[in-house]
């Protein structure tokens, strides 16, 4: 595996429902980031993780909740969703944490609640 | 504070024929801009980045753009289309030193390509 994987790469949950999107980077990057891309509207930076450490979060609902045991992974643990959450989940990482460094992002998942 | 414009949400234009997606953006401090494209089922890929380096960009896929401070813009260009060009572009400033929450992506530009 090279570059940014996600998985799955589709999910269709119910408003009870808990499951996990994953992220693993094969970069040897420091940062790693969640975005949310809805339809018409500009994506959405969610949470960022650097060196492990979460640096920021951005007003996200506490449905959601990050997870990043390592360098090279990121998890997004998902519960009692709200239709309105359905969207494409994007995961990137970068080399460091701040304004010069390019991001790598992976195909995304893409999650209908229904 | 920070912004960015894609000032056209939809351009066409003709295989064979220049390319020109248009950003302007607004910034606080001085900003590194970047181009992202995306092809449909597929994440984001950069194109190409600036950094208060040369002005003048060179992206891959043959894809440029131009940093004008006078103007606040960064338009992206290439000389002749390709099909394989049709996607989702999207422009970024990143305007803090030390803080990715000051990254804003434009709200993108859909490039069709006619045969």
């Known amino acids: 595996e090279t570059g940014v994987t996600q998985t799955p790469r589709h999910l269709v949950m119910g408003m009870t429902n808990k499951k996990s999107l994953k992220c693993e980077q094969h970069?040897?990057?420091?940062?790693m980031y969640w975005y949310k891309q809805s339809a018409k509207k500009p994506l959405e930076l969610m949470f960022v993780?650097?060196?492990?450490?979460?640096?920021e979060n951005n007003s996200v609902p506490s449905r959601f909740s990050p997870e990043c045991p390592n360098s090279s992974h990121l998890f997004l643990h998902l519960h009692t969703l709200q239709p309105e959450d359905s969207a494409l989940y994007l995961c990137?990482?970068?080399?460091?944490?701040?304004?010069?460094?390019?991001?790598?992002f992976g195909p995304g998942t893409r999650l209908t609640v229904t | 504070a920070q912004s960015v414009t894609q000032l056209d949400s939809h351009v066409s234009v003709s295989e064979g024929t220049p390319v020109l997606l248009r950003c302007n953006y607004s910034?606080?401090?001085?900003?590194?801009l970047f181009w992202y494209v995306q092809h449909p089922n597929k994440g984001l890929q950069l194109l190409l980045k600036?950094?208060?380096?040369?002005?003048l960009v060179k992206g891959i896929n043959g894809f440029e753009a131009e940093f004008k401070k006078s103007e606040t813009s960064f338009h992206l260009t290439k000389p002749s289309a390709h099909m394989s060009d049709a996607a989702e572009y999207f422009c970024?400033?990143?305007?803090?030193?030390?803080?990715?929450?000051?990254?804003?992506f434009g709200s993108g530009t859909r490039l069709s390509i006619r045969p």
């Open positions: 990137a990482s970068s080399q460091g944490y701040g304004q010069s460094y390019e991001q790598y």
């Open positions: 970069l040897g990057h420091n940062a």
């Open positions: 993780y650097s060196l492990e450490e979460r640096v």
């Open positions: 910034s606080s401090y001085s900003p590194s």
């Open positions: 600036y950094t208060s380096a040369a002005t």
């Open positions: 970024v400033v990143s305007a803090h030193p030390s803080s990715a929450s000051k990254i804003i």
